[in-house]
């Protein structure tokens, strides 16, 4: 509860109130499927980031974003409802059983007909998520990945995983997933991982190809790969950012993407049925400035969590 505060307007009208007075502190096992609910995660690891000689800090992240998201007005109606089941916690180098444990989680969650919100931690998190979403559907679905990020993530696991190798995991390992990626910088990947992503039918759109007026086509692209899968899943690696924006994550980038374009993306993804769950990872509190990034970051999973529960298209009458 020191986390879920903010301030309080009315202790009665709803709709004078955030975040924080909303809210519903339960254990997993107590969760109740009653209307539609978005569910908090946190995964408190930073282990991959340190294994691919990132920046650490992104492990102080899930309780920073959870305490600029108390702090934001509720804009939803009565039945619509939130819950946070606590943090998954990395302890020590286990990367792979605190992965495997919020997998675990994830795939609960789903089961109930709850919505996953994931705050990471290191963008190993993505890997957690995916074990969850897979066990859920099932080994025959189709499942789309949508990953908005500045990299990748296809470096080699033969000597361990890490935050840059989760992609080339599943797709090496899962013969019913694809992956689209966007916001790829150029000049923030090798050509080694060009050559890999198409090697493993990779799409992905360049960061210098997402501006305002290019969103209708990029818009195009993504309602296209949502209708080829049966079910997605959404992560977001917050290095995508422009690093004007977002100097508080693990790889800042200064030809990031703007966050009007981010916070649309995320919007026409969410808005879809086939949609199921969305994470955060890579905002480093560490490195951030004045909160800037913790902020959007918290921002950013508001727009997730108000269009999965504020009405969404139904793929299978278009």
């Known amino acids: 509860m020191d986390i879920w505060s903010g301030r309080t307007d009315h202790l009665e009208n709803r709709t004078s109130f955030r975040y924080h007075q909303i809210v519903e502190l339960e254990k997993m096992e107590a969760l109740k499927s009653i209307g539609e609910t978005c569910v908090i995660i946190g995964f408190e690891s930073e282990e991959g980031v340190r294994r691919n000689k990132g920046q650490l800090g992104a492990a102080k ?37 605190a992965q495997q444990q919020l997998g675990e989680v994830v795939n609960k969650v789903l089961d109930k007909k709850m919505t996953p919100i994931i705050l990471g931690g290191g963008h190993e998190t993505a890997y957690g998520h995916y074990l969850g979403v ?25 000597e361990q995983t890490s935050s840059g190798t989760m992609f080339r995991q599943i797709l090496e390992q899962d013969e019913n997933s694809s992956y689209f990626v966007l916001g790829i910088q150029r000049y923030g990947n090798t050509q080694e991982l060009f050559n890999r992503a198409d090697e493993l039918d990779v799409q992905y759109i360049l960061e210098e190809d997402m501006h305002y ?30 690093a004007a924006f977002a100097p508080g994550v693990s790889a800042p980038s ?50 997730a969590i108000t269009s999965f529960l504020g009405g969404r298209k139904n793929d299978t009458s278009t």
Request: aromatic share 6%.
């Open 213 to 242: 007026g290019q969103m209708t086509q990029v818009k195009k692209e993504i309602e296209k790969f949502i209708q080829e899968n049966d079910w997605i899943m959404l992560t977001l690696c917050t290095d995508v950012l422009n």
């Open 61 to 97: 992240a899930p309780n920073a974003i959870r305490s600029e998201l108390a702090k934001l007005p509720w804009k939803l109606s009565n039945e619509k409802r939130l819950a946070d089941i606590g943090t998954i916690e990395c302890i020590g180098n286990d990367l792979e059983k």
């Open 134 to 158: 897979r066990n859920h559907v099932g080994i025959e679905a189709k499942l789309g990945i949508i990953n908005i990020d500045a990299h990748f993530d296809l470096r080699p696991y033969d």
């Open 254 to 303: 200064p030809f990031g993407l703007d966050p009007s374009i981010v916070r649309a993306i995320i919007k026409t993804v969410t808005s879809h049925e086939k949609v199921l769950s969305f994470d955060i990872s890579e905002v480093n509190p560490m490195m951030d400035e004045n909160n800037r990034t913790v902020k959007l970051g918290a921002y950013l999973t508001n727009e």
